[in-house]
């Protein structure tokens, strides 16, 4: 990555994540496009993540629906069906052809969800049933397109586990290299881990260790089916996406960091508390992920609105081992080579595409420099 006696540039050294050997710290966030028709990932999915891999790069899938249950927009992926795993396959085999590593995020809507994308029509299902005030675009007039959940009971969870488990070994048969089990941004499993939301009287609500419980039975259950080393966690504890606010967000983080110690995954993928809602951050915080960051073992990996300064301060400070670029990384497929070359020249996203359904526009259509393909940094 250097030349002749330069000083390193720190997103651009190496790093050994668990038997992976990433050549630098730059990760591809996971995203979700909606251009997935009726939960099946597209041909067009090959392009759009083989753009933006190179050789021993880290990249993380969009989420991708565990059940039938679990879908909360359209066209977004699953990963339990037979159709959906073999769909995925070309996909993944475009990544790894670049070389790169390939995750598949597991998701569940929970109740961020509406009748249309639920069997029958029922209603989504929660660890409560009270419904959002407001959802990711943090806007309260949103609550009415979201219906009451259905509250799960005791004897249902160890299903819903048992979703998880499977849809991670589809992700394996379907050639990734391992799987990040989403338990944040307000989704089913943060609705569990946020005392906000979590009204329950059972062994999965009440004290921290309970509201914990579900969480951390899906992560050892995934664990123990492909491995420790081929799972890692988002959390979003200090963020209040889709109406999913705790009232002590650090203890949460630090509880769930001791306790994903004890199964040994391979790492921890941390929202950065300035991040007050998906797509603005603040520009001050009374909290820091940093207590977190010393108390887990793995790898630490944060997102959050970073440019390359703020990575390379994140990295060189032992703030991170790897940093996540969500839209920085959408629009500019070929970020890692950019800031190798810390070019004053960046695409800007355009929000109004990121979730249209169109299969080129805002999608692969986002331009190399000088226009020629990045094969490598």
Known sequence: ???????????????????????????????????????????????????????DAFLIGEASGVSTTAQGYPHTPGIWTREQVEAWKPIVNGVHEKGAIFFCQLWHAGRVSKYEFQPEGKPPISCTDKRLRKDISNDPAAADKYPPPRRLNTHEIPIIVNDFKIAARNAMEAGFDGVEIHAGNGYLLDQFLKDKVNDRDDKYGGNLENRCRFPLEVVKAVADEIGADRVGVRLSPFADYNDCEDTDPQGLGIYMAESLNQLGILYCHMIEPRMVTQFNKSDTTKWSLMPIRKVFKGTFIVAGGYDRTEGNRAIESGAADLVAYGRLFLANPDLPKRFELNVDEYNHPDPTTFYSHDPVLGYTDYPFLQNTPCTSV
């Open 1 to 55: 990555m250097t030349k002749g006696g330069e000083t390193p540039v720190p997103l651009l050294t190496p790093y050994t994540l668990g038997k992976f050997h990433l050549s630098h710290r730059i990760v591809l966030a996971p995203l979700t496009r909606t251009r997935s028709y009726n939960f099946v990932p597209q041909p067009h999915g090959a392009v759009y993540y083989s753009q933006r891999a190179t050789k």
